[in-house]
C-alpha cells in the first residue's frame, strides 16, 4: 500500500506540528482505500487529549505521569473520534489513519506508539526539531502487530 497524500494536506500536518510545539499534535486522515494504495483527500486537525492529563488519565492511563505528558505522549478524545468518523461516512469517506507529531524526535515510531496502533491504518508521523517541521514519514502495524512497517508516501499535488 502507499499512501497518497496532498500537499496541502502535507502543508496542514505541518502547519499544525509548529503550532502545538512542543506539544505533540494529533490529528485523522480521511479518504478512501483503493487497490493497492489510500487517498488522502482530507486532513482533520483535533486537540491532544493529554493536555488535560486528569481526564487523559482516566480514559489511558499512563504508566508515568511525570515523564509522559503532552509533550511525549498524544490521546485522542474518543468523542472526537466518533464524530470524525460519522462525518467521514456521511461524506462517503472513510478514516484511513492517523498523524501526530515528534517534538525533537525522529519521524520513526515509538514502542508506545507501536502497543497502542491497531492494523491496516496508516500511522504518519511527522518530527520538529526546535519549532520546525522536517520528516515526514507512514507506517503500518504488521500482522500480527510485532513490528510496524513503513509504508511509502507520496505527495500528490
Ligand atoms: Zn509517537
Known amino acids: 500500500m502507499t499512501l497518497k497524500l496532498g ?6 500536518i505541518r502547519r499544525h506540528s509548529a503550532g502545538d510545539y512542543p506539544s505533540e499534535c494529533c490529528g485523522v486522515l480521511l479518504g478512501k482505500a483503493e487497490v493497492d494504495a489510500k487517498r488522502v483527500t482530507e486532513v ?5 487529549l493529554r493536555h488535560d492529563p486528569g481526564r487523559a488519565q482516566k480514559l489511558l492511563p499512563v504508566d508515568d505521569p511525570v515523564r509522559e505528558t503532552e509533550r511525549n505522549r498524544f490521546l485522542i478524545d474518543p468523542l472526537d473520534q466518533l464524530r470524525v468518523e460519522k462525518d467521514a461516512r456521511a461524506r462517503g469517506s ?5 498523524y501526530h507529531s515528534h517534538p525533537d524526535h525522529p519521524a520513526r515510531p515509538s514502542i508506545y506508539d507501536r502497543e497502542h496502533a491497531w492494523p491496516w491504518y496508516s500511522y504518519v508521523i511527522i518530527s520538529v526539531e526546535r519549532g520546525v517541521p522536517k520528516d515526514l514519514t507512514s507506517w503500518v502495524l504488521a500482522e500480527d502487530r510485532w513490528a510496524f512497517r513503513a509504508e511509502q508516501v507520496e505527495i500528490v499535488v
Open 7 to 12: 500537499d496541502v494536506h502535507r502543508e496542514a
Open 94 to 98: 472513510e478514516v484511513l489513519g492517523y
Open 44 to 48: 482533520v486537525a483535533l486537540k491532544n
